[in-house]
């Protein structure tokens, strides 16, 4: 996957005059919190809470570290996951972009999975040229990593924990902003590869005694 990492602004039409928002996107999506957690809705098949087609790669491409004050390149907002299988190989490469001229290091974390760092550079990444400064003999293996103002960051994992995993940017403003997306690692063969269900006779938190006896909040 060759995944952008913005700083932008959604457009809000407002009777007719334009108002616009700051936000932040992974590949010109801004990240949308469900009503329903995705873990909930994954495992208990509610479709309608999130899509199943967060992109692989960005809807334009374009010099991403020019100096870009004014752009039309405005993220959507959108619950959008990319679905794994077990024992997958997944490599990504992160790709800041200067939109508004607001490149900025992201601390992009994985849940759910550590990872190697092959590389990172600054520029655009080159996928003919680039790949040859991988360290391929003894990359660093972490949980965060630091992508580069106007710069790029490529990880490789294997996606061999199942389970529903966020993957955003550390900066509580840009996580807030809609830096994030979640990846779905779906089961393996055996129950050893696959999550727990949660159990049919699990009552939801809001009416849970043993919650309501801790707080020392009455039900009545």
């Given at each position: 996957?060759?995944?952008?990492?913005?700083?932008?602004?959604?457009?809000?039409?407002?009777?007719?005059?334009?108002?616009?928002?700051?936000?932040?996107?992974?590949?010109?999506?801004?990240?949308?919190?469900?009503?329903?957690?995705?873990?909930?809705?994954?495992?208990?098949?509610?479709?309608?809470?999130?899509?199943?087609?967060?992109?692989?790669?960005?809807?334009?491409?374009?010099?991403?570290?020019?100096?870009?004050?004014?752009?039309?390149?405005?993220?959507?907002?959108?619950?959008k996951v990319k679905i794994l299988e077990f024992g997958e190989e997944v490599e990504i490469v992160f790709q800041a972009t200067n939109l508004l001229n607001a490149s900025d290091d992201h601390s992009m974390y994985l849940h759910g999975h550590k990872f190697y760092?092959?590389?990172?550079?600054?520029?655009?990444?080159?996928?003919?040229?680039?790949?040859?400064?991988?360290?391929?003999?003894?990359?660093?293996?972490?949980?965060?990593?630091?992508?580069?103002?106007?710069?790029?960051?490529?990880?490789?994992?294997?996606?061999?924990?199942?389970?529903?995993?966020?993957?955003?940017?550390?900066?509580?403003?840009?996580?807030?902003?809609?830096?994030?997306?979640?990846?779905?690692?779906?089961?393996?063969?055996?129950?050893?590869?696959?999550?727990?269900?949660?159990?049919?006779?699990?009552?939801?938190?809001?009416?849970?005694?043993?919650?309501?006896?801790?707080?020392?909040?009455?039900?009545?």
């Open positions: 996957m060759y995944i952008t990492a913005s700083m932008d602004k959604i457009v809000h039409n407002l009777s007719a005059d334009m108002d616009y928002v700051l936000a932040s996107s992974l590949n010109n999506i801004s990240w949308v919190n469900p009503s329903t957690a995705v873990l909930q809705a994954y495992y208990r098949n509610l479709s309608e809470f999130y899509t199943t087609d967060f992109p692989d790669e960005p809807p334009y491409y374009f010099d991403f570290v020019a100096d870009l004050r004014d752009n039309s390149t405005h993220p959507l907002k959108g619950t760092v092959l590389g990172e550079g600054y520029g655009n990444f080159y996928s003919t040229s680039d790949p040859e400064t991988y360290n391929l003999v003894d990359p660093p293996y972490l949980s965060t990593a630091s992508l580069p103002v106007n710069g790029w960051l490529t990880i490789r994992f294997k996606a061999n924990n199942p389970g529903v995993w966020a993957m955003h940017c550390q900066e509580g403003r840009h996580l807030s902003w809609g830096m994030n997306t979640v990846l779905i690692v779906k089961n393996g063969s055996n129950p050893e590869t696959s999550i727990r269900s949660p159990p049919a006779n699990m009552p939801p938190c809001e009416i849970s005694p043993t919650i309501l006896s801790a707080l020392d909040v009455s039900t009545k």
